[in-house]
């Protein structure tokens, strides 16, 4: 049962422009959402989080949103760079529950 | 400062044999999570280690299993092999108190013929 979902399979964006990843998840109970971004034979590094006290989270060009009553999230890059190119996850947790429940990703391309 | 590491990077098993894959949290961490990642997928949980025992576990059989060692470092066992079993899998590490902040290790990458 997939819980957190990214529609998206790929986002390609000019440089210097801006880019949204969306993510949307089922389950009412999740109270903690993160943002990774992963680069080829690398590990998922961590981005940027979000308490869901909270409706926005910034952090230098990297901003997520949270609209719970839609359950859903989104990330913004602006200006985007051709550093950004990679994998996104979108994850969330829930309070006492150490376990991370990830979307499918979503592979953004930045053109020059 | 050391982050996560995982070894070995790459593996090639065939199918009811029997794997372990290694891994050190980053400096500091005492949690270690287990995740595996099929190809066009997010990564899914397995089970998370905790003061050298199973804390949480995902959905999977028990033919995968885990060990923690006293200074933190970790393995995953998987048993029976089957060809499903192929993917990349990663270990995180993360402080009990911290907030689900995991931090990722490179991931080894196992391919069951």
């Known amino acids: 049962d997939q819980q957190v979902k990214q529609n998206s399979p790929s986002l390609s964006v000019q440089e210097g422009r801006i880019s949204i990843l969306n993510c949307d998840y089922t389950n009412s109970m999740f109270d903690y959402f993160l943002w990774y971004k992963k680069y080829p034979a690398e590990g998922p590094t961590f981005l940027i989080s979000?308490?869901?006290?909270?409706d926005k989270n910034e952090d230098g060009r990297f901003t997520v949103f949270l609209n719970k009553s839609a359950k859903h999230l989104s990330l913004h890059i602006v200006p985007s760079q051709p550093g950004d190119s990679a994998v996104y996850f979108c994850?969330?947790?829930?309070?006492?529950?150490?376990?991370?429940?990830f979307g499918a990703g979503t592979t953004v391309t930045v053109r020059a | 400062d050391a982050g996560v590491t995982q070894s070995p990077t790459h593996l090639i098993k065939t199918r009811g044999q029997q794997v372990t894959l290694r891994c050190s949290p980053k400096?500091?961490?005492?949690?270690v999570s287990w995740y595996q990642q099929a190809l066009g997928q997010g990564p899914q949980f397995i089970f998370q280690y905790y003061e050298e025992e199973e804390r949480q576990r995902g959905n999977f059989p028990d033919r995968f299993s885990g060990h923690q060692f006293p200074n933190y470092s970790s393995e995953l066992n998987v048993n029976a092999l089957l060809l499903g079993d192929s993917a990349l899998y990663l270990c995180a590490s993360s402080l009990i108190a911290g907030y689900n902040e995991q931090f990722f290790g490179p991931g080894t990458r196992l391919t069951v013929l």
């Open positions: 994850a969330a947790s829930r309070s006492n529950d150490y376990k991370l429940s």
């Open positions: 979000i308490s869901s006290i909270k």
């Open positions: 400096s500091g961490h005492d949690t």
